[in-house]
Structures are given as structure tokens and as C-alpha cells.
């Protein structure tokens, strides 16, 4: 396999029961929104003071409504919408407005003095699968079309960790050349995790065993720096996808363990988004994935591969 070889999403279109797999696949997605809006509905974002709403929140200026009565408003629509959601997610119509609600949970959880990150990924994604082509028509479909609008909503998520992996490596630099205690130090994590738990005041229940084994989690810390730089590249091996996942989802349950950050919303996408991914039928092996692996899996293949046959031996 050559080492920038690129996948063909037309291949894949052409599997047998791909369509079918399709649909179940993009039901998931909508299925799991009742879920996230009612997240939204029991947390405490109505009681957050210095609420200064962004453009996207100017209705709530307009009719003079507080930061309570927005929040409400905005939650009970939300989870009307999500419902709604899960019968008509065929219709372009009900997804763009799925977009449009995530939109404005985004625009609130953004108006108290800092922009929210975590809705960024179900928005974008969201916004992508307004387009999703009509593959549940009775008319051609267009399967392949729908594949590229699956394949953008993944790269999308697994391009925020790539992007949060390459800003870890510029900080490590800048860390290591001002003398600071930088990633890939015993006492990183521990340092990491020491300085949010105040901000956050929530339970770190792992807190006190990182002190205890601080080269264990500084080098489970060191492999989520290569995890979230490399995590683009299952776009273009997708046996590396589901791996990818798992790893991103136990990365979440630790963050939440050992520092009190809840992640719920990129667990839920994860799992819907790539567990049941659709450019994998388990048709990988191990040794596929192992030659799949960045840079190690690549010269691992290429030492494979100029291994001298036995029948050449004399």
C-alpha cells in the first residue's frame, strides 16, 4: 500500500447492502438527539450570571427576555426539535432545523464571556448532513453522495483532535525552550490535572493515584499527544477508525476522572459516528490495521514487503 494511497468512496458505494446500511447509519445520528437536548435541558446554564447574548441571540434583546427565560426557551425547543428529529430526519427541512437549534444552543452557551467548544462538532456535523443526498427515495440514489457527506462530518471531528494535537506539540516546544515543565515530563499530567480541579471544583476521583504513578499517566499523556495529532489520518485508513474512537472515548471518561471535564456530547458523537462506520464491515485484519498505524505501521509494511521470499532462498 502506498503511503498517501487514497480510499475510494465509489468503491465502497458499490457494496451490496451499502444503502441499507446507510440509512440505519444516518438514523443513529438523530436517534441519540433526544439525548443531547435533554443534557442540555437539566444543566444550569439559566443560572450563569453575566449573560451578554451574540448576534445570533438578538431575538432575545428584541422581545427583552433574560438570560432565563432565553435559556428556557431555547432548551424546550430544542427538545421538541430533537423529537421531531427522530420521525422526520428524512427531511431536509427537519435537519436543517436540527442545524439551526445546535446553532443557537452554541450561540448561548457562548454568551457569558467565552465561546463553548464542545457544541462545535455536533454543529458542524449537523450542517454537513442538511446536505445528505435523498437515500430514502424510491427513485437512484445517490449513494456515493452520501458516503463524501458521512466521510466530511468524520474528517470534520477527527480534524478538531488533529488540530488540538498539533497545538500540544507547539506548546510542548515553547514549554520546553522557556524552561517549563512541558508535555512530555513525569509530572505533566499531574500538573494538568492539579490546575483544573480547582477551577472547576468538581470530584477528580484519579487525582490521587496520577500522584501516586506519575510515569504510568505521563506516558498514557504522551500517547494522546501522537492519538490527537495522527487522528486525521483514519481518514484515509479507515481500519484505524474504530480504534481511534475507542481511544478518544476512554480519553474522555479519564479527563472526566482525573480532572472533573464532562465530555458527553463527543462520547455520544463518537459512538454514532464511528462505531458503526460505514467504511468498515470488519473486512480488516490485524495485520492491516497494525500496517495502518502512522509512521510505525508504515515502515513496518515497507520492512514486510522487502522481506526476502522463502521459495527465492537457495
Not at 430544542?78 to 427522530?86: H, Q
Not at 514549554?175 to 494538568?192: D, I
Request: glycine share 4%; proline share 4%; hydrophobic share 55%.
Amino acid at each position: 500500500m502506498k503511503l498517501l494511497s487514497l480510499p475510494s468512496l465509489t468503491k465502497f458505494a458499490k457494496e451490496e447492502h451499502m444503502l441499507g446500511y446507510l440509512r440505519v447509519f444516518v438514523s443513529y445520528y438523530y436517534y441519540v438527539l433526544p439525548i443531547i437536548a435533554f443534557l442540555f435541558l437539566v444543566n444550569n446554564i439559566d443560572k450563569k450570571p453575566n449573560f451578554d447574548p451574540i448576534w445570533p441571540l438578538l431575538w432575545s434583546e428584541w422581545f427583552g427576555l433574560d438570560s432565563a427565560t432565553t435559556a428556557v426557551t431555547i432548551k424546550l425547543v430544542f427538545l421538541l426539535t430533537s423529537i421531531v428529529a427522530v420521525l422526520l430526519f428524512k427531511y431536509r427541512l427537519t435537519r436543517l432545523l436540527v442545524f439551526l437549534l445546535i446553532f443557537e444552543v452554541h450561540a448561548l452557551e457562548s454568551s457569558f464571556g467565552f465561546v463553548n467548544h464542545q457544541w462545535y462538532t455536533w454543529l458542524y456535523t449537523s450542517g454537513i448532513f442538511v446536505f445528505l443526498p435523498d437515500i430514502w427515495g424510491k427513485k437512484e440514489t445517490n449513494v456515493a453522495g452520501a458516503l463524501l457527506a458521512i466521510w466530511t462530518a468524520q474528517a470534520y471531528v477527527m480534524l478538531t483532535y488533529t488540530m488540538a494535537g498539533i497545538n500540544k506539540f507547539v506548546r510542548l516546544v515553547e514549554q520546553w525552550q522557556a524552561g517549563e515543565v512541558h508535555g512530555f515530563a513525569k509530572e505533566a499530567f499531574l500538573y494538568q490535572a492539579a490546575s483544573w480541579v480547582p477551577q472547576l471544583q468538581q470530584p477528580a476521583y484519579l487525582l490521587v493515584v496520577i500522584d501516586a504513578h506519575p510515569y504510568l499517566f505521563s506516558a498514557t499523556y504522551i500517547l494522546l499527544y501522537f492519538l490527537q495529532l495522527f487522528a486525521l489520518w483514519t481518514m484515509i485508513r479507515f481500519s484505524l477508525q474504530r480504534l481511534w474512537a475507542v481511544l478518544f472515548i476512554i480519553f474522555h471518561f479519564g479527563t472526566y476522572l482525573a480532572m472533573g471535564i464532562s465530555f458527553p456530547q463527543h462520547i455520544i458523537l463518537l459512538c454514532v459516528l464511528f462505531l458503526p462506520t460505514p467504511f468498515d464491515f470488519g473486512q480488516y485484519s490485524w495485520k492491516r490495521i497494525f500496517f495502518d498505524l502512522p509512521i510505525i505501521g508504515q515502515i513496518a509494511e515497507h520492512a514486510w514487503t522487502r522481506k526476502p521470499k522463502a521459495d527465492a532462498i537457495i
